[in-house]
């Protein structure tokens, strides 16, 4: 059974930090290119960033500076680092796991940056 289980979000203030991590189970993990991708309602999906099983990484414009995407294959764990966070932030964020052939997500963590 795959599953891709997110943890890690929550509410913080404008400017603070948070870490979110996924953890993948049921899927060759090495396989996978992994993501996150973050929604609000009544919007798409939109990507945040990705990373390849060597580890090249691409950013959205919105996220370049200040979010940092890892991975840790031998633990089948993936991490987001988001720093300096603004309101704008306010999202569900989601584990993706991809390959040419199939794509799996998680179930998704909420994100607040409020005062």
């Known amino acids: 059974q795959v599953q891709l289980v997110e943890s890690g979000g929550g509410l913080v203030q404008p400017g603070g930090s948070l870490r979110l991590s996924c953890a993948a189970s049921?899927?060759?993990?090495?396989?996978?290119?992994m993501g996150w991708y973050r929604q609000v309602p009544g919007k798409q999906r939109d990507l945040v960033a990705t990373?390849?099983?060597?580890?090249?990484?691409t950013y959205a414009d919105s996220a370049k500076g200040r979010f940092t995407i890892s991975r840790d294959n031998a633990k089948n764990m993936v991490y987001l680092q988001m720093n300096s966070l603004k309101p704008e932030d306010t999202a569900v964020y989601y584990c993706?796991?991809?390959?040419?052939?199939?794509?799996?997500w998680g179930q998704g963590t909420q994100v607040t940056v409020s005062s």
């Open positions: 990373i390849t099983s060597g580890g090249t990484t």
């Open positions: 049921g899927i060759i993990f090495r396989f996978y290119v």
């Open positions: 993706n796991a991809k390959t040419t052939v199939d794509e799996r």
